[in-house]
């Protein structure tokens, strides 16, 4: 059996934990980050690529904030170029009721820095003739974008190897513990003996919360994504609808890749596809919005496994139940943006006590107060 001691372990190799990982070995502590299979295999390498603060919940907008100003440097922090490009996200207003709510969302993300520039339906489509003209209005974030999933995740984690943390793939967590002094963690022929435990473990992370008697409603989302064939690069900017039925973007290389609404996922087996209802759905709705999308072929469908919790806010921060134990998933479809500031956030609850960023809006024991009403209403 090999045993190993280090300050932090980190139970899961997605955007979160390889971004963690990386942010506590550079302040300086030794960090095992173990991961049951490839890291960013699982959602941080399958999602839309979407670099997006616009539409955030108000509660988001200081962590989304943070995390736009590591995007840009992302390359330079990991030393490759994870096609991260900010050609803007445009959120398109299919009524006038629509109008106001994009109104309404600029005065809020404006209150946290993040400018908004809205437009009437004729100057979207002076701005953007490939738009529907059907559209009334649209809200521009300049400083939103996209990269590419499948090289974010895997920079991370070489990255993080690269600056000495132990990273460890194919070890899945079986089990852990806390022993009064540290946190024993059990992989196959291997114990992790660490100070701090990191529970960034995405959809599966209820299993770590039964291990220190915690309880959170995580339930299973699993969001449907797919690509066309190439065409020529025309449409300059990530789409995403009043209302979320639809979103997309064009990568340089041609191909649209398209999402929204529910595919098909079993957490037990690992098994995750496209619902072809729901892409044939989706493509209907995309060509309302982008009519020169109509009569592409779609050459791929699928989806991912991702946690989801019914107010569809993360959990962040500090156990309730154990000393030194923090959670970090539940990113309900919207992770991928918010991974490099969540990973520096981590760090500092860990090295500091607290975060720069508020984040009390993500407690888990929110979720406390529904469980003792529903015990209530059983009674
Ligand atoms: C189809 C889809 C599309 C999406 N589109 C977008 C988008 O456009 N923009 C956006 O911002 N977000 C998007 N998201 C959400 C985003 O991908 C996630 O929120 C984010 O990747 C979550 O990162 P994570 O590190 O928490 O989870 P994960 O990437 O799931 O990582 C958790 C890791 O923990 C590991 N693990 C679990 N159990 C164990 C164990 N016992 N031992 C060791 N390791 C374990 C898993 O193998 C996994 O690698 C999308 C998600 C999906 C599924």
Redesign the pocket.
Known sequence: MERLSVDVAI???????CAAALALRKAGLTVAL????LCG????G?????V?QQGRHVTELPMTRRAAKLWPRLHETLGEDVEFRQVGHLRLARSEQDVQMLEDYAVTAREHGLYLQLNSGTVTREMFPWVSGKIAGSSLAVEDGHANPRLVTPAYSRAARSHGVHVLEF???EHAQWTGSNFEIQAPRLVVKSRHLVN?????AG?FLSFFGESAPLTLRT?N?FVTEPVSYFMTKSIAVCGGAVYFRQVERGNVVL?GGPGWGDLKSERSRNRADTTLGQFARAIELVPELSGLHIIRSW????GDLPDKLPIIGASRTTPNLVHA?G?C???????PAIGEILCELIRDGRSQTPIDAFCISRFDAVAHQKMAGAG
């Not at 989806?303 to 991702?306: I, M």
């Open positions: 139970i899961g190799g997605g955007i979160v934990g173990l991961e049951k299979g295999a699982q959602a941080s399958i999602n839309a690529g979407g997006r070890t899945p967590v960034a473990a995405g959809a599966w299993k969001p994504l999402g989806s991912g496994l991702e998933f990113l479809g919207h992770g991928f943006q918010l991974g």
